[in-house]
Nanobody, 128 residues
Framework: QVQLVESGGGLVQAGGSLRLSCTAS????????MGWFRQAPGKEREIVAT????????YYADSVKGRFTISRDNARNTVYLQMNSLKPEDTAVYYC?????????????????????WGQGTQVTVSS
């Protein structure tokens, strides 16, 4: 079992940047496919970015493509979400999630209900 802790959220002006971190304990993150999701008040949780277990495949929601980057540092057991050119509509609680993978090393997973472990979330607020 793995425990996930997000950090790096905060208040930023539109056009600014933040880097979210998701640090794991209990098991190495290299055993998992990873995802970043977000949930704004009154809205459903939505996918932001995903990375396959191998790290060779990534996916971005259209709303963040070209602005956000997901990456993984196995030595630090941490997954990152670099967020640039932030917009007020990016305001949400951001969650990282891990899906246990046994053999589909390059598969991406897009649905929240496919993930096994979740962090507690970190608030990102973008002011206009």
């Amino acid at each position: 079992q793995v425990q996930l802790v997000e950090s790096g959220g905060g208040l930023v002006q539109a056009g600014g940047s933040l880097r979210l971190s998701c640090t794991a304990s209990g098991r190495t993150l290299s055993s998992y496919a990873m995802g970043w999701f977000r949930q704004a008040p009154g809205k459903e949780r939505e996918i932001v970015a995903t990375m396959s277990k191998s790290g060779g495949s990534t996916y971005y929601a259209d709303s963040v493509k070209g602005r956000f980057t997901i990456s993984r540092d196995n030595a630090r057991n941490t997954v990152y979400l670099q967020m640039n050119s932030l917009k007020p509509e990016d305001t949400a609680v951001y969650y990282c999630a891990a899906k246990t993978i046994t053999y589909r090393y390059n598969t991406l997973y897009y649905n929240a209900n496919e993930y096994d472990y979740w962090g507690q979330g970190t608030q990102v607020t973008v002011s206009s």
